[in-house]
């Protein structure tokens, strides 16, 4: 009876580890559930939310969904695709937006926010272009060396120099 016992016990882990293996590989790591998954996020709609996500807690002044959603229909027309569906809500905008010119449509928006062209989607030189400006930074000059000092000074030789 003991040698039945251990027998059952030694098929139990390994099928019960087996399993685990398994349930965690479907939960976890499924390559088709990570593919969906990624399309979605990288999806126009999912840009076009973002954008309006960001438009709305970034943007100085306070602007309503009402007007918001108005300045999508508006860039959306400027592009010759007009909406002409009456849109109360974020989610009845993004299904209305049209998919291949999400860029575009969002960079309009963007221009024709008050002050009238002076917000815009920025490529990575153009954003650090953006802040050297704003912070009074010339990445071309060494500041150090016009001082007379090495590079990485302390901020006592600094001050005295």
Known sequence: MVKSINKFRLLVFPLIFAAGLTA?????????????????KNSPQ????EAYDKIKENYWEKITDEQLIEMFKTASTALNKPINAKIESKNALLKELNKADSVKLVSQVLVNLKPQGRSGIFTTKQEEQLKNTVSNVNPDKDLYKDLGLAKGASKAAVEEA
């Not at 965690?24 to 979605?40: L, V």
């Open 24 to 40: 965690g590989w479907f939960i976890n790591d499924h390559p088709i559930r990570i593919h969906q998954a990624t399309y979605q």
């Open 46 to 49: 999912a840009f076009y939310s």
